[in-house]
């Protein structure tokens, strides 16, 4: 499956993409600094199935907002940490500081489609500081912590996920299925 | 591989060997120089220019000799021959900058510019691109080993500035108070090694095949290595002698304007704008002593830690202990990182003490945050550049006791990919800012005063056979007489301000106290 990385200045997105070559994606980065037209170019010729949007810096979301707004309903798009925060910041939702974040979470859940089969309250690793406050209406929660912060989005109608929490990192022993069922997900539709 | 006493057989070597080798020619001595010692009387107790010394547990490298010099600042950059052997290799890579800007060559120099290239294309494309670091290649790996009696029997050794190789030239140019290179390199064809391990020692010359006077390459490299027997027996030079003077240590930011500059990037943390980020501020002593022997005070002061000594003529940089290793060996790149560091107590009645600091070191959250985020960028850097699914932890927080402090470190490793080598290694892991590494730069560009060029860098040294060894140092810059030392802290989500304030300032006072130890202040 062909993937278009957009990396939002390197926060542990090779990680990410070790996880999705492992599944045998083909796998292209490129940065949020990236101009707009030379990304169109580049979905137009690489033909991606699924745009990730990476982790990275809150203030430096670069072209990722326009990306979830041009490709949203066209190609499926997954958003991790900020990722996730600008896909909701593409649907005019909200995300603000969040005190009581802790760098291992216990995840809950809806068992529905990156999730599923996988057991509730599974460990994984945050590093993000922010969380979503508003979430907008043409989404619903699909996770959330222990202290109900939410840590995963899904669009009610298009293929539009986040999650706040790091599938790639150490600490996210489920981090691998979660790639494995978006993938699956994908090659439903 | 035939030894010193085969001379013949060598020289066979050298006869047969194709245009464009090297062949290393040396001598092994079955005993374990005192390599400080040696140095002192090589390099004129380090006032040599262009002399270097680099050591660690298992061995140490040094040569006062070396052929070539390196340096870059910007976009310019200007190889200089430093011996006969340094003009044969320049005349032998003359035609291979034509990727730079500008390249001019003259008898004993090529000098030009090279603006690194900033093409909007994918992340795997973008460690490809042209950059100083293709100069570097061009020299370094030019010639192929013929034998490889022990890696590095030769190379590029020397420094270069971590923002530089991750591409600072947007940022802004904060004081420059050194207005040193962004990096100095030595192509070194001769030097002595000691195994410490192996109780050995080897005086080593490389003969390198430019052309078909083979024989004067060899007798070039046998004169080096009886040059190099005739210095063991020297007496070794004595220290000059220094009038006393009072010590005075200045800071370029006061500790308020550093603990505001600290919380200024904790909100930023908060905000989401950066995961951590390691800001510093420079310190500056008068250094009333032979810099080789505050490096010796430092190696009696810190036992166990890698020390480099380094003269460059400009300036000397001497380092000791270091942040991360790199190595890239047979394809197989490992990064390795040093985090939480806790002083020892090792005396008998201490050891309960001594464990309980250990058991801190383990348990702490802030530390288990700190050392899980490394962990996981340090597995991000070597996925950047390792074959898919290659990439492991092959120890994840162990705990490193030297006698006088432990810390603990990890290691991570991968299969190179095939289109890269050591250079985009390099290119990928060098980071001293924070995470992530780009927009901790822009962050600390802005509020920093100073600049950071070799005060934070990496010490590299490339062998022509494709391998690596680095570390991410931050050493102490010596230049006339003034001490200049990075007094690095640490902020991230839990860090503790006034803590990380003070193991700042017990950095900088490791040098400082090497300075004071050396004489010459009071």
């Known amino acids: ?189 | 591989m035939p030894q010193n006493s085969g001379l013949v057989l060598l020289l066979e070597l050298v006869k047969e060997a194709k245009i464009g080798s090297i062949v290393p020619v040396y001598k092994e001595l079955n005993e374990e120089i005192d390599a400080l010692d040696y140095f002192r009387k090589l390099s004129n107790y380090g006032n040599k220019k262009n002399s270097i010394l680099m050591q660690d547990n298992e061995k140490s490298f040094g040569s006062a000799d070396p052929c070539l010099i390196v340096i870059g600042r910007g976009n310019g950059f200007e190889i200089a021959a430093l011996s006969n052997t340094g003009k044969k290799f320049l005349s032998f890579i003359k035609k291979d900058f034509k990727f730079c800007d500008k390249a001019i060559y003259k008898k004993d120099r090529v000098y030009g510019t090279l603006t690194t290239t900033k093409k909007q294309v994918s992340e795997q494309e973008k460690l490809k691109q042209k950059s100083h670091l293709d100069i570097l290649r061009a020299i370094a790996f030019k010639f192929k080993v013929t034998e490889k009696p022990f890696s590095p029997c030769c190379g590029l050794f020397g420094t270069i500035s971590n923002d530089f190789i991750a591409g600072n030239e947007n940022l802004q140019v904060n004081e420059d108070k050194l207005s040193d290179p962004d990096y100095i390199l030595y192509f070194l064809d001769n030097m002595f090694i000691v195994d410490h391990k192996e109780k050995k020692t080897y005086f080593v010359a490389n003969a390198l095949v430019t052309d078909n006077k083979k024989e004067d390459a060899y007798r070039e490299c046998n004169r080096k290595i009886i040059s190099y027997e005739k210095t063991a027996s020297k007496k070794a030079p004595k220290a000059r002698k220094y009038k006393k003077k009072n010590m005075e240590v200045s800071y370029n930011t006061s500790n308020e304007e550093f603990s505001a500059l600290m919380r200024k990037l904790k909100n930023d943390v908060s905000d989401g704008n950066t995961l951590y980020a390691s800001p510093s501020r420079l310190v500056t002593a008068n250094c009333n002593a032979e810099p080789l022997g505050i490096y010796s005070k430092l190696k009696d002061n810190n036992p166990g830690s890698a020390l480099c000594f380094i003269n460059d003529g400009s300036g000397i940089t001497v380092s000791c202990g270091a942040e991360s290793f790199l190595s890239v060996h047979d394809r197989t790149v490992e990064l390795g990182i040093c985090t939480s560091r806790i002083q020892r107590e090792i005396s008998k009645d201490q050891a309960d003490n001594d464990n309980r600091h250990e058991a801190l070191l383990k348990t702490k959250e802030d530390e288990i945050f700190f050392n899980l985020m490394l962990l996981d960028d340090a597995r991000n850097s070597i996925a950047r550049i390792s074959e898919k699914g290659t990439r492991f932890v092959e120890k994840m927080f162990e705990v490193n006791k030297l006698p006088k402090y432990q810390y603990m470190s990890s290691t991570v490793k991968g299969t190179l990919k095939e289109s890269l080598d050591a250079l985009h290694a390099l290119s990928a892991t060098a980071n001293s800012a924070g995470i992530p590494k780009a927009s901790s730069m822009q962050l600390l560009n802005k509020i920093e005063k100073a600049k950071r060029p070799l005060n934070s860098c990496s010490l590299v040294c490339l062998s022509p056979d494709k391998e690596l060894y680095g570390m991410g140092i931050e050493p102490m810059r010596i230049k006339k007489g003034i001490a200049c030392i990075r007094a690095a802290s640490r902020v991230f989500n839990g860090s503790n301000d006034e803590k990380d304030l003070m193991a700042s300032d017990e950095r900088a006072s490791r040098f400082l106290e090497a300075i004071k130890s050396a004489g010459g202040v009071k």
């Open chain 1, 1 to 189: 499956m062909r993937v278009l990385v957009i990396d939002n200045l390197d926060l542990f997105t090779y990680n990410l993409v070790d996880e999705l070559e492992k599944k045998e994606c083909e796998v292209l980065v490129y940065g949020n600094n990236t101009d707009m037209k030379t990304i169109d170019n580049v979905i137009k010729a690489f033909k991606p199935k699924l745009i990730v949007i990476s982790s990275g810096a809150a203030d430096e979301p670069g072209i990722s907002i326009d990306v979830v707004r041009a490709y949203q309903g066209q190609i499926p798009i997954f958003g991790v940490g900020s990722g996730m925060h600008f896909i909701i910041e593409a649907f005019e939702g909200k995300v603000s500081r969040s005190a009581s974040l802790r760098i291992l979470a216990k995840i809950s859940h809806d068992g529905k489609t990156i999730f599923k089969k996988l057991e509730n309250n599974f460990e994984a690793g945050v590093y993000n500081t922010l969380s979503a406050t508003d979430i907008p209406y043409s989404f619903e929660v699909s996770a959330r912590n222990e202290n109900d912060t939410v840590m995963g989005i899904r669009h009610k109608e298009a293929f539009v996920e986040g999650i706040q929490f790091d599938p790639s990192s150490l600490l996210t022993v489920s981090g691998s299925e979660i790639i494995e069922n978006l993938l699956k997900e994908i090659g439903k539709k």
